[in-house]
């Protein structure tokens, strides 16, 4: 067992599945010598050379198209899109062809891909380079949507998205990527697409936060313990398919449900789970379903200040719990 | 005239089909594929028109450059990313009429979706034809990437994509046809230029006479056909072919067809063509055309062609009577197949 950042847990998972199974096969935007903007592919160029490790023309509906071309054809294909902000030209291929093939065709085709890609801001990364997409996907049935925080998971999940039989969205929060940092157990690691985790375990409310959120989640629990709340925080790892049974376990216990995201707040993922708890754990709640999430501005602006006041962050986050806990 | 002048007169007229290698057997097959083709055609108008099929969309008037394509193609080995009129083509690659109908009735066992597509949405594992969805050139990649692994695991196989004129304004057309270059994949886009895309004429769709005209932007061979001419067609996928599997790289096939009927059936192209450019067009039959060739060339008689139409029109009647009777997809299966199953 090893410390290890969260990036290099993708990239493990990458080295080994490509070792596994010579099917495997990545291609994206700089993948190849350079190893990624971010290096998530850094050392795959020189192992297993470039017809399985493939630079792609900057053609971002193209990559996700010709991966799922390969699929048909019996290669795993793992497609990286550069910045998550880039993907929206392929989204008709993702949402009209990949999420549908198996439906479509009443089952006789199969789109057995992963379209991993860095999202999230507080980078400085602008409105260009910090978007969270992922109610974009989420939204879509034929889609699993994978999001981990921890680089266990990233290695986990991803290896059990490239074995899984459907399109994988596999969604990594790049200021996760070298600042979060933690065990990866040696030898083969398959974590289960579906299940999530409870980071920590509380009795006053349930929070719910998926990537870089969960982090902040829990220095917010940890600010907020010595006021006396306790506050348990799931990190969801998948939103799709999304596991309402812990969410709702939790929020029996708790009573109190507070939802906390990186995309803006109007139709984001919170909303859905908002819903469920609403819906599902009504009679437990003690305190209306709260949501912390970025103001609804078209994105992120560069500027410190303005990229400060955009995100959620622990003591929002915590303001936010110690306002629910006395509801 | 000498002995040998005559012998030389006689091998100069020599049949176009002989030099191209096709022998008799071949063209009657590939003939057959075109009645069939029209006769299945004709039906579902007349299924819809009678209120028994909602939608139809159709393919008369591509069937040469169909099945001209298809004949140079290996069945089950070479792919095809078919578009929405290729009919003629997917009869050609395996396809039977009842297969069709059942599509066309939104059967259970429609082989295409289950009847969970509009008809003519083909898709057929078997013969290797990839579904397809509604959205036009989100193919083109699709046989790009399949070439790309046809290449990568060393398989001798070739991909055709098919698409109408309109679809090469599109992005993914663009983005595929580079990618396909730039890997030098076996790889064949047949664009079936019919002049309209539902009622866009081709001079506000593109600025050049003939898109083979960009093939050489992309760095891959490029040609224009007469589509209505079966045997052109033939040639000129047979050489692609030969190049893709040659490692030469991808070749881009502008066939000129002419598009009888509307859009579809909730399209009246009486509204955006003129009355004189629709009298000219059936003026342009391609089974016509090769009827009358294998006529000449003594491969097919009246009588024979009578009983050959004949047959198909009972081929056809069986489709319908069977394909209407079949079950029609079950409401609890709605959810089935999201995913796969037991997964």
New interface residues.
Partial sequence: MAVKTLIEGVREALAEEMERDERV?VLGEDVGRKGGVFLATEGLHGRFGE??VLD??L?E??I????????????I?VAEIQFADFIH?AF??IV??AA???????????CPIVIRAPFGGGVHGGLYHSQSVEAFYAHV??L?VVIPSTPADAKGLLKSAIR???PVMFFEHKKAYRLVKGEIPDGELLTPIGPAQVRREGASLTCVAWGLMVHHCLEAAEAVAADGISAEVIDLRTLRPLDTGTILRSVEKTGRALIVHEDNLTGGFGAEIAAVVAQDGFEHLDAPVTRVAAPDVPAMPFNHPQEEAFLPNPEKIAAAMRKLAVY | MSEEELARAVAARQPRHTGLGLDAEKLQRMYRHMVLARALDRRMWVLNRQGRAPFVISGQGHEAAQVGAAAAMRPGID?L?PYYRDLAFCIALGMTARDFMLGVFARAC?????G??MPS?F?L?RARI??T?S?VA?Q???????????K??R?D?VVVACVGEGSTSK??WH??L??AA?HRLPFICIVQDNDYAISVPHRLQMGVETVAERARGYGMAGATVDGGDVLAVYEATRAAAARARAGEGPTLIDAKVARFTSHSSDDDQRRYRPREELEALLRRDPIERFRNYLMDEGLLSEAADEDLQLECTAEVDEAVTEAEAAHEPDPADLE??????G?
């Fill in positions: 096969w017809a399985r792609t023309p053609a509906s193209a996700v198209g010709v991966a799922i071309g390969a699929a048909l054809n019996g290669l294909p030209p008709d291929q009209s062809e549908r093939i198996r439906y479509r065709s009443n089952g006789d085709w199969a049935p034929g699993k899984d039989p459907d | 792919w990313a429609d082989p295409s979706s289950g969970r597509q949405h898709g594992r990839i579904t969805s959205v989100t083109v990649p699709h046989a790009a990437g399949i070439a790309y692994a046809a990568a695991r398989l196989e992005g993914d983005e595929a580079n990618f730039v089935r197949h999201v995913f796969a199953e997964s």
